[in-house]
């Protein structure tokens, strides 16, 4: 706007001397000074005009109805500083103040005398400067929401694992890959001790929505996992747990997949699980060239009140390969709508089973990223590879 009344008081042909910005301030009711150019007196810095004065309450009730207002100068003060004539126009968004209504802005001109062409042209100088401001002001809002989305992912990041852990003879990977730069998808390892027996619990996830409400119930959901893991030694006590506070916290459409393993250091190295609603994790046994998919035991968590989830049990020979993963993964699709699909996952994970998790990891997540590179729809993607060795 200070470029605009730089431009205006340039143009000889308006003949006018000076410009100002006046900016609504609500807490005082009044509009004040910030920003003045040309030949005119300088009035002093923050200098104020109340909306409760008669004329000038008058004067901006005009200004709201006819967004452009001209008049002669009345105020004594404002006189002195050599301002005869006055040209008004609103700029902004409209306020609603207990008295009244109020344009965010106002610029203002004085000149010697009236010219109702001025007049007529500081009417489209207003709605330009309106829409200048708007566009400023998205600007600023979209760089805050960048800021907020970056602190957000920073915020997710933290709660993440290392990509990498060894348990015993099992070596773990894990990574997730945001679509967003925040992320619905969320997995985590959480060492835990009932009895006095060791475990390694492995969790994966992946909320229904996207973008920032996804990540905030991914957080959510990280936490409770957590604290129900406190309260409940059995993992479908603590799923039931979990699916009445989704339930209660969030909508019905936010609902959440998840899948949720132990890793115990039994001989038969027993793994047990339940899953909720989640895409089957894919179980390879080398050794017998066979697969096997870990489905659910249950429904999404969040949908209804008091449901029951069960529990299964798969053991973990030396080589054998379970790879975790979430929609986006299997999900995946091309150009033409094309799913990466299963049977993609398993011909990778044959193809390196005799490397370790960090390659089948990367390998899986690589074929992925190729296979949807100029897909329209995206989403989030996250996978768990544990190998036993």
Same mark, same amino acid.
């Given at each position: 706007?200070?470029?605009?009344?730089?431009?205006?008081?340039?143009?000889?042909?308006?003949?006018?001397?000076?410009?100002?910005?006046?900016?609504? %301030?609500?807490?005082?009711?009044?509009?004040?000074?910030?920003?003045?150019?040309?030949?005119?007196?300088?009035?002093?810095?923050?200098?104020?005009?109340?909306? +409760?004065?008669?004329?000038?309450?008058? #004067?901006?009730?005009?200004?709201?109805?006819?967004?452009?207002? +001209? %008049?002669?100068?009345?105020?004594?003060?404002?006189?002195?500083?050599?301002?005869?004539?006055?040209?008004?126009?609103?700029?902004?968004?409209?306020?609603?103040?207990?008295?009244?209504? /109020?344009?965010?802005?106002?610029?203002?001109?004085?000149?010697? !005398?009236?010219?109702?062409?001025?007049?007529?042209?500081?009417?489209?100088?207003?709605?330009?400067?309106?829409?200048?401001?708007?566009?400023?002001?998205?600007?600023?809002?979209?760089?805050?929401?960048?800021?907020?989305?970056?602190?957000?992912?920073?915020?997710?990041?933290?709660?993440?694992? #290392? +990509?990498?852990?060894?348990?015993?003879?099992?070596?773990?990977?894990?990574? !997730?890959?945001? %679509?967003?730069?925040?992320?619905?998808?969320?997995?985590?390892?959480?060492?835990?001790?009932?009895? %006095?027996?060791?475990?390694?619990?492995?969790?994966?996830?992946?909320?229904?929505?996207?973008?920032?409400?996804?990540?905030?119930?991914?957080?959510?959901?990280?936490?409770?996992?957590?604290?129900?893991?406190?309260?409940?030694?059995?993992?479908?006590?603590?799923?039931?747990?979990?699916?009445?506070?989704?339930?209660?916290?969030?909508?019905?459409?936010?609902?959440?997949?998840?899948?949720?393993?132990?890793?115990?250091?039994?001989?038969?190295?027993?793994?047990?699980?339940?899953?909720?609603?989640?895409?089957?994790?894919?179980? /390879?046994?080398?050794?017998?060239?066979?697969?096997?998919?870990?489905?659910?035991?249950?429904?999404?968590?969040?949908?209804?009140?008091?449901?029951?989830?069960?529990?299964?049990?798969?053991?973990?020979? +030396?080589?054998?390969?379970?790879?975790?993963?979430?929609?986006?993964?299997?999900?995946? #699709?091309?150009?033409?709508?094309?799913?990466?699909?299963?049977?993609?996952?398993?011909?990778?994970?044959?193809?390196?089973?005799?490397?370790?998790?960090?390659?089948?990891?990367?390998?899986?997540?690589?074929?992925?990223?190729?296979?949807?590179?100029?897909?329209?729809?995206?989403?989030?993607?996250?996978?768990?590879?544990?190998?036993?060795?």
């Amino acid at each position: 706007m200070q470029t605009i009344i730089q431009e205006i008081i340039n143009i000889t042909d308006f003949k006018v001397n000076g410009g100002r910005i006046w900016q609504l %301030d609500e807490e005082s009711n009044s509009y004040i000074l910030r920003y003045q150019f040309g030949n005119t007196k300088k009035i002093p810095e923050g200098f104020a005009q109340s909306i +409760h004065n008669e004329v000038a309450n008058v #004067q901006l009730n005009r200004l709201i109805t006819e967004r452009t207002i +001209h %008049d002669e100068e009345t105020n004594p003060f404002l006189r002195d500083r050599g301002i005869k004539y006055f040209y008004l126009t609103g700029v902004g968004e409209i306020i609603k103040l207990r008295n009244g209504k /109020y344009f965010e802005y106002a610029i203002g001109f004085n000149s010697d !005398s009236l010219s109702e062409d001025f007049n007529e042209a500081l009417a489209v100088i207003g709605s330009f400067s309106t829409n200048a401001l708007r566009s400023h002001n998205d600007r600023v809002e979209f760089q805050k929401f960048k800021e907020d989305v970056l602190k957000a992912s920073e915020m997710q990041r933290n709660i993440l694992p #290392q +990509h990498y852990l060894e348990y015993h003879d099992y070596k773990i990977f894990g990574l !997730s890959i945001p %679509d967003r730069g925040v992320s619905g998808d969320y997995f985590d390892y959480i060492k835990n001790t009932f009895d %006095d027996e060791e475990h390694l619990s492995i969790v994966i996830s992946d909320a229904a929505s996207k973008g920032i409400p996804a990540a905030i119930e991914a957080l959510f959901v990280s936490g409770a996992v957590r604290m129900g893991m406190a309260f409940a030694s059995r993992i479908p006590h603590m799923l039931s747990i979990l699916n009445n506070l989704i339930n209660k916290t969030f909508k019905a459409e936010r609902f959440v997949s998840l899948f949720h393993c132990e890793l115990t250091t039994s001989s038969n190295r027993l793994v047990l699980y339940s899953n909720a609603g989640h895409p089957s994790p894919i179980h /390879y046994r080398p050794s017998q060239n066979k697969f096997q998919l870990l489905e659910p035991t249950g429904g999404l968590l969040g949908l209804v009140e008091n449901q029951k989830f069960g529990m299964e049990n798969v053991r973990m020979f +030396h080589g054998d390969i379970l790879v975790l993963y979430t929609d986006g993964i299997d999900e995946a #699709q091309d150009e033409n709508g094309n799913l990466f699909g299963l049977d993609r996952i398993k011909d990778i994970i044959r193809e390196y089973s005799h490397e370790n998790s960090k390659i089948i990891g990367y390998k899986i997540i690589e074929e992925v990223q190729k296979f949807s590179a100029r897909a329209i729809y995206t989403d989030d993607k996250t996978l768990v590879v544990i190998k036993r060795v």
